[in-house]
């Protein structure tokens, strides 16, 4: 039996409010575990798992970018902080990549009814106007790429229900995102090192 809008609303809320409680859970508990310092058994266990420890945050990663359960883009940072900046940054972009051209099927392929899943009736309405008027997409994907705070999984939704070609998309996501991928991400990571490091003697 399929779930009726509004109960894929509230699913998609509760997962919402349970990834905000585990984030917070789970950054408190990272930052006082010695488990997960730099020279801890987390980046031992890293080492052995070889190829799988990139292969299985990329997974994430993609899920991440198909629905942000983890919040304020959080797994580019721990990407960051466990492979490094140069190794780090190319996994989040992999991940960002394969997740948002997925996204942009998703659209393709189901439209309407999958973004009203993940946004209300009023919202979807102000963004429709854009879908295929000039070049208002266009720019709405360039700010959601550029700011990291727009909810750009969304935008890249509604650009697989426009017009706009995969080819076009592809572009645009090469071009902008990178750069609020690496100045965020850098950014965050040292601030978090910053904190750590004071309150917990990281």
């Known amino acids: ?3 009726s809008l509004e109960k894929k609303r509230l699913v998609i809320r509760s997962a919402t409010i349970f990834g905000v409680v585990v984030t917070i859970l789970g950054s408190y508990f990272i930052l006082q575990s010695n488990y997960f310092r730099p020279e801890g058994g987390f ?3 890293l080492i052995n798992l070889g190829i799988f420890g990139p292969l299985i945050f990329i997974l994430v990663q993609i899920s991440q970018i198909i629905y942000p359960i983890i919040p304020l883009g959080l797994t580019n940072v721990i990407g960051d902080l466990i492979f490094g900046h140069s190794l780090g940054f190319m996994f989040n972009f992999i991940g ?12 393709h392929r189901f439209g309407e009814e999958f973004l009203l899943a993940f946004i209300n009736d009023e919202t979807y309405q102000k963004y429709k106007e854009r879908i ?5 997409l266009k720019k709405l994907l360039i700010i959601g790429f550029i700011l990291p705070l727009f ?3 969304i935008f890249c939704i509604i650009a697989g229900m426009s017009k706009m070609t995969y080819k076009e998309f592809f572009k645009l996501i090469l071009f902008y995102r990178p ?10 990571s040292n601030i978090i090192q910053f904190i750590a490091d004071l309150l917990f003697g990281w």
């Open 1 to 3: 039996m399929a779930l």
């Open 43 to 45: 980046s031992e266990l």
């Open 96 to 107: 960002m990549l394969i997740g948002s051209s997925i996204n942009f099927y998703l659209g």
């Open 132 to 136: 295929n008027r000039g070049n208002g």
């Open 151 to 153: 909810p750009d999984d």
């Open 179 to 188: 750069i609020s991928l690496f100045v965020f991400t850098f950014m965050s």
